[in-house]
């Protein structure tokens, strides 16, 4: 029986929006209490001092890429697990644009076992909403909602045929499933590779208007309107965007909305001399949209704050910027690059938590997110201060394709709990 007293914390409640000293009575894995700043445990309890550090619930990341089945040699559950535990990430949410698409309960299942063997990092799938991911034919949401399936997503392969999107979304429906849009109008989009601007013209490089996510959005927000489907958009970087999503809330429809931590914190002019590590999808945006965006998020218009981690080799980033593969690890480096946003005055630690952990496990009903008592003890000890230049080689990803190699940055990760559990740094 896991009994222990966490204390000296500055404990940053996401629920209550609040900020305050105390600590934490952790029983059988869940919290059995919250202490007052004075408790230091009983006499003989075993005692966990967190030094005055912040103690937050755990991250739960929505959207991250694991190369099994398939691209193992980018990324695995044992290297995702352990980038995730250092970064303080209790729970990633994975996506299905795996080879092969996880679209059948037998692929997820697979998905399933691999990932319990591997990392004690809790996994919660997501699935394909098309077979393939083509666009052509719903997959059996009911089974793999069955097997663990806690939404269901083709990811950047957006559907164009309005018929069977609406009728997965009505299934959906049906089955109280959540589905996870990715807002772009396709045929603007294709080979684009930056945003439409100067910037890309000077630059010469193929570029789509903020106006297909626009367009990608109002249309899958007129389909959720007919069909009363829940729906979360994975990632909002417009200006743009921002009053379909502000119209479709106000019309109480069941929509939350995401954005990445790379659009909340760089920009387009941050590509410079057509450095690939900064090429994601969607590509960076202005700076006037990044700022909407960051206000957005304070606002609460949009949710949820994740790392869209996409793991890519070498071989597919020492390409020509048009060509080189799309996307940036992001587990390690979640916090410490959304602590910018605390940093610069955006946003104030609870706010940060309420997008990073309390949102998104509200969104999909996973555990965690929050530090009321009965709550599992998936928890996060971090010092949101401590400065540490970035080197992309000492992160626990197999893939190395981060944006923030080689710069300053400020959040350290102290100890990562699952079910009151350390699992970071690994005990001894």
């Known amino acids: 029986m896991i009994d222990f007293y966490m ?7 996401p629920e209550a929006g609040t900020e305050l000293p105390g600590g934490l009575h952790i029983r059988e894995g869940r919290i059995a209490g919250v202490l007052p700043p004075s408790a230091q445990g009983p006499g003989g309890a075993r005692v ?4 005055g550090h912040a103690l937050a619930p755990g991250i739960v990341d929505i959207g991250v890429k694991i190369g099994e089945p398939g691209e193992r040699h980018k990324e695995s559950f044992r290297t995702a697990g352990a980038a995730a535990a250092a970064g303080g990430v209790t729970t990633m949410v994975t996506r299905a644009d795996t080879v092969p698409v996880i679209d059948t309960p037998e ?6 076992r691999r990932a ?3 990392t004690r990092v809790r996994i919660a799938p997501m699935a394909a909403l098309t ?3 083509e666009g052509q034919e719903m997959v059996e949401i009911g089974f793999l909602q069955d097997t663990g399936a806690v939404a269901f997503s083709d990811g950047d392969a957006v559907t164009t045929d309005t018929k069977v999107l609406t009728r997965a979304l009505s299934y959906a429906r049906s089955l109280g499933a959540v589905t996870i849009g990715h807002p772009q109008e396709p045929g603007l989009s294709a080979g684009a590779t930056a945003t439409s601007g100067k910037f890309a013209s000077l630059r010469g490089l193929p570029a789509v208007s903020p106006m297909a996510e626009r367009l990608g959005l109002e249309r899958d927000l007129t389909l959720v309107e007919m069909t009363g489907a829940a729906y979360h958009a994975d990632q909002i970087t417009t200006a743009a965007a921002l009053p379909a999503l502000e119209r479709a809330k106000g019309q109480g429809l069941d929509v939350t909305a995401g954005t990445s931590v790379h659009h909340l914190t760089l920009n387009a002019l941050d590509v410079g001399d057509y450095r690939t590590f900064f090429k994601v999808k969607p590509p960076l945006r202005d700076e006037e949209d990044r700022l909407a965006v960051v ?3 304070a606002s609460g218009l949009i949710d949820v704050i994740s790392s869209m981690h996409t793991p890519q080799d070498e071989e597919s980033k020492r390409l020509p910027f048009e060509e080189a593969a799309s996307g940036a690890v992001a587990l390690e480096t979640l916090l410490p690059a959304a602590l910018r946003l605390f940093h610069a005055g955006h946003l104030s630690l609870s706010q940060l938590f309420r997008a990073l952990s309390l949102n998104p496990a509200r969104r999909l ?9 009965g709550s599992p003890a998936d928890l996060v000890l971090f010092d949101p201060h401590a400065p540490f230049i970035l ?5 626990n990803s197999k893939s190395k394709n981060t944006p923030f190699d080689g710069q300053r940055m400020q959040g350290r990760v102290l100890g990562t709990w699952i079910g009151g559990d350390r699992i970071f740094p690994t005990p001894a």
């Not at 966990?48 to 030094?51: E, G, P, Q, T």
């Not at 080197?391 to 992160?395: A, E, N």
């Open 391 to 395: 080197d992309r080689f000492t992160l």
């Open 7 to 13: 204390v000296n914390a500055t404990l940053i409640d």
């Open 295 to 297: 206000e957005a998020l």
């Open 48 to 51: 966990v001092d967190c030094d």
């Open 107 to 112: 692929t997820l299942e697979y998905v399933t």
């Open 365 to 373: 009903g996973v555990p965690g997110g929050s530090l009321a008592v």
């Open 131 to 133: 077979k393939g991911r």
């Open 116 to 118: 319990a063997e591997s």
